[in-house]
C-alpha cells in the first residue's frame, strides 16, 4: 500500500453482512488506528442512503470502509467527508477508466452516488460519531461496481468491467482507492476548502439541467443551481425561486 496512513493497517473479510456495521463494532472495543479499513468482496446486507440496501454479486466488487478520526472538523462541515470521498472515487474512475476528467461522463449525483453515463457505479455511506460539536470518528463506507455484468434493471447499475471491457484485480483496486482518498483527506486537512468545493460542484450530476423532483408526494421542475456547506440541494424552481432540501426531503424522478 504506497500510502501515508490510509490503509496502512487493512482488515479483510472474506464474507460480511456490512463492512460499516463491521467497523462499528469493533470500535466500540477497541481502538482502530487512523486511516484503518475493513474490506470485503462479498458484503452479504450491504447499506445505502436512505436505508436502501447495497446489492452486491459475490466476488466481484469491492466494498471498504475507512475509519478516520477529523477531530479538525466541526458537525457542521461534516459534509466535506462526502465531498472528498466522492472526488476521490471520481479521481479513481477517471484513472482506472481511461476517463478525461473534463468530459463530464464520472458524475456526483447528490449527496454521494457516482454515475458514469447515468449509471450508478459506486456508492458512500459516511457514519459519524460527534462529541463537543466536532467529528470525533468517521466511519466512511464505499460500494464499487467492478467486475459483475449482470445487475436487476430497476437499478439502473453499471461497472467498471461493463465499461472498459476487462477483469479488475480487486485487491489493486483497493490500494488504488486508498491512494487517491488520501490525496483528497490531506486536502481537506490543509483546509484547501475551495478546490474541494469547486472541483465537487463541476461534477455535479444534472448541474444547471431542468429536471423532475419529488417532494412530499408533490412532482415539480427544478434545477440543480448548487450544494449548501451543510450538504443540502439548492434548486431553482420555474418561478425563479431559489430553495433547499435536505436529504429526507426531495428525490430525483
Known amino acids: 500500500m504506497k500510502t501515508l496512513f490510509i490503509g496502512q493497517n487493512a482488515i479483510f473479510l472474506k464474507s460480511v453482512d456490512s463492512t460499516n456495521s463491521y467497523a462499528i463494532e469493533l470500535m466500540r472495543q477497541n481502538n482502530l488506528a487512523d486511516g484503518s479499513i475493513i474490506y470485503t468482496?462479498?458484503?452479504?446486507?450491504?447499506r445505502?442512503?436512505?436505508?436502501?440496501?447495497?446489492?452486491s454479486e459475490p466476488n466481484k466488487?469491492?466494498?471498504?470502509s475507512l475509519v478516520v478520526y477529523p477531530s479538525f472538523l466541526s458537525v457542521m462541515k461534516q459534509f466535506l467527508l462526502a465531498k472528498i470521498t466522492a472526488i476521490a472515487i471520481a479521481d479513481f474512475m477517471a484513472e482506472l477508466l481511461c476517463i478525461p476528467e473534463k468530459n463530464g461522463r464520472i458524475q456526483i449525483k447528490w449527496p454521494n452516488d457516482i454515475y458514469i453515463d447515468d449509471k450508478k457505479i459506486a456508492g458512500i455511506l459516511i457514519e459519524n460519531t460527534i462529541r463537543d460539536a466536532n467529528i470525533q470518528s468517521s466511519v466512511i463506507g464505499v460500494g464499487i461496481n467492478v467486475n459483475q455484468i449482470d445487475f436487476n434493471p430497476t437499478l439502473n447499475a453499471t461497472s467498471m468491467k461493463r465499461i472498459?471491457?476487462?477483469?479488475?484485480?480487486?485487491?489493486?483496486?483497493?490500494?488504488?482507492?486508498?491512494s487517491f482518498?488520501?490525496?483528497r483527506y490531506l486536502q481537506l486537512i490543509a483546509n484547501k476548502l475551495a478546490t474541494i468545493d469547486r472541483e465537487y460542484l463541476e461534477k455535479l450530476y444534472r448541474l444547471n439541467k431542468w429536471n423532475q423532483f419529488s417532494s412530499k408526494n408533490d412532482i415539480f421542475k427544478g434545477r440543480i443551481k448548487g450544494v449548501t456547506e451543510f450538504g443540502k440541494l439548492q434548486l431553482e424552481l420555474e418561478s425563479a425561486e431559489i430553495r433547499e432540501y435536505d436529504l429526507k426531503e426531495i428525490g430525483f424522478t
Open 48 to 55: 445505502g442512503q436512505r436505508g436502501n440496501e447495497w446489492a
Open 181 to 183: 482518498f488520501e490525496s
Open 61 to 64: 466488487n469491492m466494498a471498504l
Open 41 to 46: 468482496f462479498e458484503q452479504t446486507k450491504g
Open 164 to 178: 472498459a471491457e476487462q477483469e479488475f484485480d480487486l485487491n489493486l483496486i483497493v490500494a488504488r482507492f486508498c
